[in-house]
T-cell receptor, first 110, second 112 residues
Framework: QKEVEQDPGPLSVPEGAIVSLNCTYS??????FMWYRQYSRKGPELLMY????GNKEDGRFTAQVDKSSKYISLFIRDSQPSDSATYLC??????????FGAGTTVTVRA | DAGVTQSPTHLIKTRGQQVTLRCSPI?????VSWYQQVLGQGPQFIFQ???????GRGNFPDRFSARQFPNYSSELNVNALLLGDSALYLC???????????FGPGTRLTVT
């Protein structure tokens, strides 16, 4: 079993829809949780960073962490074609090593 | 402010050869991490360096080595290249905390 599980999709939504992404994990030591966006053949871009259970909002993005269920989510409101990318969840137990999910490919249709 | 830079952008090597990849962190960041990303997968942790000391190593063979210089830039070396080493090699920069990591554009290595 992988430490971090993420549905690879692909996920296709119309412009303006809410995109919902999630990851589950098995390692109870994970304390820090991140979401990255990666465009094709580019490096990952950090979108959200959080270390506590609950919600964190930044513009159109909301990250949600439920440590009791070992489940994290990312919501993108009012999605735009420019949001079309692969979204990676990542987490760390404070040992500076990030463990990533496989990534979910999202396409926002104009 | 410049982000993380990596060089070269792309290179092609033959099996058995050696390769050196380079990374410069964000100004003020003292920690550099290296990851390997195979097509269709998430990045896999290789190394982290902080203040020129190795702070962590992933599950990679000894053919992989790295170092960090006094100016906090870093090199990743891979010896005796195998076809399976073909991947995007990513460098990430962070401050002393280490977990909030910012990635460079990557070096795409193709081994033939």
């Amino acid at each position: 079993q992988k430490e971090v599980e993420q549905d690879p999709g692909p996920l296709s939504v119309p412009e303006g829809a809410i995109v919902s992404l999630n990851c589950t994990y098995s390692n109870s030591a994970f304390q820090y949780f991140m979401w990255y966006r990666q465009y094709s053949r580019k490096g990952p871009e950090l979108l959200m960073y959080t270390y506590s259970s609950g919600n964190k909002e930044d513009g159109r993005f909301t990250a949600q962490v439920d440590k009791s269920s070992k489940y994290i989510s990312l919501f993108i409101r009012d999605s735009q074609p420019s949001d079309s990318a692969t979204y990676l969840c990542a987490m760390s137990g404070g040992d500076y090593k990030l463990s990533f999910g496989a990534g979910t490919t999202v396409t926002v249709r104009a | 402010d410049a982000g993380v830079t990596q060089s070269p952008t792309h290179l092609i090597k033959t099996r058995g050869q050696q390769v050196t990849l380079r990374c410069s962190p964000i100004s003020g960041h003292k920690s550099v991490s290296w990851y390997q990303q195979v097509l269709g997968q998430g990045p896999q942790f290789i190394f982290q360096y902080y203040e020129k000391e190795e702070r962590g190593r992933g599950n990679f063979p000894d053919r992989f080595s790295a170092r960090q210089f006094p100016n906090y830039s870093s090199e990743l070396n891979v010896n005796a290249l195998l076809l399976g080493d073909s991947a995007l090699y990513l460098c990430a920069s962070s401050d002393y905390k280490g977990d909030e990591q910012y990635f460079g554009p990557g070096t795409r290595l193709t081994v033939t």
